[in-house]
């Protein structure tokens, strides 16, 4: 049991380049979302999924894509990277018991993002 | 989404108690209100939650004042593997994390 994997763990882009961050779990959790914390920072929301096909914005979606195609995986998109999205990222899935949010979160290991 | 006012730091010396506040008196009726605690360089990582009562489980014990407008996350006895990030998270639908308290234990 991997519970929650992001890809890669760190990647340097350039101004302008989009790219792709992985996060898949084998759990069957219909709960996932992507969290970027900033250095010094607490998490901040970006988007959340609460099952395939279903998608919604988080605190702070702008720049960013995602899309729900199966239980597993939840990919997040940079669409044009600025320095300002300079970021670690993170993912994270639960249980979606019914909408209440009385279950445990599993977060992954994170994926270092550097925009030059 | 409720919000969160937890100390900015905290310290404790090994093996004692640790006494972690958070108020959030705009709680709402169903929000849980969970712990969690980001250990440097890593993913946060759940400690406890609970809805009205006092919780319990091998990591920590969660006490919630009975008008629910704030809780305090009970560490027994710190250890220095505890040094982290606690993060008080009140909600129904969603994580918002606020800037945590940061737990500096010594030896």
């Known amino acids: 049991n991997a519970g929650v994997t992001q890809t890669p763990k760190f990647q340097v882009l350039k101004t302008g380049q989009s790219m792709t961050l992985q996060c898949a779990q084998d759990?069957?959790?219909?709960?996932m979302s992507w969290y970027r914390q900033d250095p010094g920072m607490g998490l901040r929301l970006i988007h959340y999924?609460?099952?395939?096909?279903?998608?919604d914005q988080g605190e702070v979606p702008n720049g960013y894509n995602v899309s729900r195609s199966t239980t597993e995986d939840f990919p997040l998109r940079l669409l044009s990277a600025a320095p300002s999205q300079t970021s670690v990222y993170f993912c994270a899935s639960r249980p979606f018991t019914g909408g209440r949010m009385n279950t445990e979160a599993f977060f992954g290991q994170g994926t270092r993002l550097t925009v030059v | 989404d409720a919000k969160t006012t937890q100390p900015n730091s905290m310290e404790s010396n090994e093996e004692e108690p640790v006494h972690l506040p958070c108020n959030h008196s705009t709680i709402s009726g169903t929000d849980y209100i969970h712990w969690y605690r980001q250990l440097p360089s890593q993913g946060p990582e759940y400690v406890i939650h609970g809805l009205t009562s006092n919780v319990n489980n091998r990591m920590a014990s969660l006490a919630i004042a009975e008008d629910r407008k704030s809780s305090t996350l009970i560490l027994h006895r710190a250890t220095l593997r505890d040094a982290a990030v606690y993060y008080c998270?009140?909600?129904?639908?969603?994580?918002?994390f606020g800037t945590g308290t940061r737990l500096k234990v010594l030896a």
């Open positions: 999924s609460v099952g395939a096909g279903i998608t």
């Open positions: 759990m069957n959790h219909e709960y």
């Open positions: 998270i009140p909600g129904t639908y969603k994580y918002i």
